[in-house]
């Protein structure tokens, strides 16, 4: 039996099967669909693979359809990697599907979040005339809403449940920029893909299926002919039994393969990786961090340092209960901070990350802990979009974001573990020791100081830093880069 919930962003979402389960699968509706959009499969999927499906009502649905009339692809694309990434808080892996429209917003998602499987139904992503026009889009426009076509005993069926007659105008345009953005990044797609359609859908050709897997890098690509004569397989007699069952399989094998070999992740020959985010008075910036950090599947164990905030961010335990919380009673520094969050963990790799960061996602923390754990390099550096990152040199290589093999941590003078010396000494000792060193540039940014504290404060907190950076410096030229020499 479905229940119903309203997530902490005010969004109405139902959910199947338990609660706690270990697996999780979100299911992502039509355009002027609803959340019966699926039939039987939230429930079948439930019961029969011990998963929480979740099927989140897109924004401006379940009321008017003129609701939707303001809304736009990035609305559309934001809500749902949203929905996604606060799922993935709780650890544990997750399937995405959708149907129709929703097929695009599922496939969108899974850039920003891998999850172990995803599939689709009916994408509309090679049209069929009229709607393939050029014109049509201009057509389509001159008015708010447009009737949509049913058959008379598709009409009967959908009448039991919610849904919209009419479709927005601006729906054909919506779609046409969706196929773009697919074609442009869907190469960011890693998993297995199954994809359904049906040669009698009139709003799409069945090469959709294929083709629209063809713009991605899913290791395993399953394109599936059905046959039943509606826009809504899920709901037509003649496949709902059918697709349920493929979807089920396909699922069930993705979940088992996943869980074989995260079965084996405490082994000795597993790279585990330590996420660990030294925080100072953070408390309104860290939660996207985190976010980002619970989805990356590199991740083995977060580690949060409060370091003597003012406003100890306790909500942390509750909101990422999978995440451990430090806190020091006093400031003491960043570097102590990363120390102390060292010492709380085993693992052989440690990914530091600062916790003030703006745009950071789960992909640009594999981009710079995969080729530590690789074996490509022995650290490697995320460069911010910062122009002062971008301008100065100098100062692009003391990023907080960088992922290092531990050893290089415990070899490091107890005089480069306090306040910003840290990135200085690490970087000097790592290369003079010929170790590989590597560093890329990604779109997020980090809140400037003179934002976070004002602008007299903030250049005071600058100054500080560089203060603390200068000895790092002159250690080095004077002593450290001789004592490597002999």
Same mark, same amino acid.
């Given at each position: ?8 962003? %005010?969004?109405?979402?139902? /959910? /199947? ?15 002027? &669909?609803?959340?019966?959009?699926? %039939? ?51 650890? /544990? ?8 429209? !929703? ?27 009229? /709607? ?47 196929? +773009? ?25 069945? +090469? ?31 496949? $709902?039994?059918?697709?349920?069952? =493929? ?34 008075? =953070? ?50 520094? +960043? ?10 963990? +085993? ?11 703006? !745009? ?21 550096? &995320?460069?911010?979009?910062?122009? =002062? ?11 907080? =974001? ?16 306090? &306040?910003? $010396? ?11 020791? %010929? ?26 907190? $600058? ?24």
């Amino acid at each position: 039996m479905a229940q119903s919930e309203d997530n902490r962003k %005010g969004r109405l979402t139902l /959910y /199947y099967g338990n609660k706690n389960a270990r697996r999780t699968i979100i299911l992502f509706h039509g355009y002027t &669909g609803g959340t019966a959009d699926f %039939g039987e499969l939230p429930k079948c999927l439930a019961h029969s693979l011990n998963a929480r499906v979740l099927v989140p009502i897109l924004p401006g649905h379940g009321t008017r359809v003129e609701n939707m009339l303001s809304l736009e692809l990035n609305d559309y694309i934001q809500w749902a990697e949203d929905e996604v990434l606060l799922a993935a808080q709780l650890g /544990y892996p997750i399937a995405v599907g959708g149907h129709s429209f !929703g097929a695009y917003i599922a496939m969108l998602s899974a850039r920003t979040h891998v999850p172990v499987a995803l599939f689709t139904t009916l994408i509309p992503f090679t049209l069929r005339y009229p /709607y393939s026009l050029p014109c049509a889009r201009l057509l389509a426009r001159r008015k708010k809403l447009w009737p949509k076509y049913f058959t008379r005993q598709e009409y009967v069926e959908r009448s039991k449940i919610f849904f919209y007659p009419s479709m927005p105008g601006k729906g054909l345009r919506i779609i046409i920029e969706a196929k +773009k953005l697919l074609q442009r990044t869907g190469n960011n797609i890693f998993c297995p893909l199954l994809s359904i359609h049906d040669p009698h859908d009139t709003f799409a050709y069945e +090469k959709s299926a294929a083709q629209s897997m063809a713009c991605t890098k899913s290791v395993e690509q399953i394109p599936l002919i059905l046959h039943g004569g509606w826009h809504n397989i899920f709901l037509s007699y003649k496949t $709902r039994d059918r697709v349920t069952e =493929e979807v089920t399989k396909f699922f069930s094998r993705a979940f088992i393969s996943y869980e074989t070999k995260n079965s084996k992740q405490y082994s000795k020959d597993t790279k585990l990786v330590t996420a660990i985010v030294p925080a100072y008075n =953070e408390g309104q910036r860290i939660e996207p961090v985190l976010r980002a950090l619970t989805a990356c599947r590199d991740v083995s164990e977060i580690i949060v340092v409060d370091d003597g905030s003012k406003d100890p961010p306790l909500w942390i335990r509750k909101t990422f209960p999978s995440v451990h919380l430090i806190l020091h009673k006093q400031n003491q520094g +960043k570097g102590a901070a990363m120390e102390t969050g060292v010492r709380a963990t +085993k693992d052989r790799y440690l990914f530091f990350c600062d916790a003030d960061l703006s !745009g950071f996602l789960p992909e640009h923390a594999h981009g710079i802990i995969h080729p530590v754990t690789s074996g490509h390099y022995r650290t490697y550096l &995320g460069i911010r979009s910062n122009a =002062e990152q971008q301008v100065v040199p100098l100062f692009a290589i003391n990023t907080g =974001e960088r992922c290092v093999l531990r050893e290089d941590w415990e070899t490091l003078p107890a005089f480069y573990k306090k &306040g910003f $010396r840290v990135e200085t000494g690490l970087n000097f000792f790592v290369k003079k020791r %010929g170790g590989k060193f590597g560093y890329e540039v990604f779109p997020y940014r980090q809140t400037i100081k003179e934002k976070k504290y004002g602008f007299w404060t903030g250049m005071k907190e $600058r100054g500080r830093m560089v203060y603390e950076i200068g000895p790092a410096w002159l250690r080095i030229a004077l002593y450290d880069f001789w004592r490597e020499l002999s």
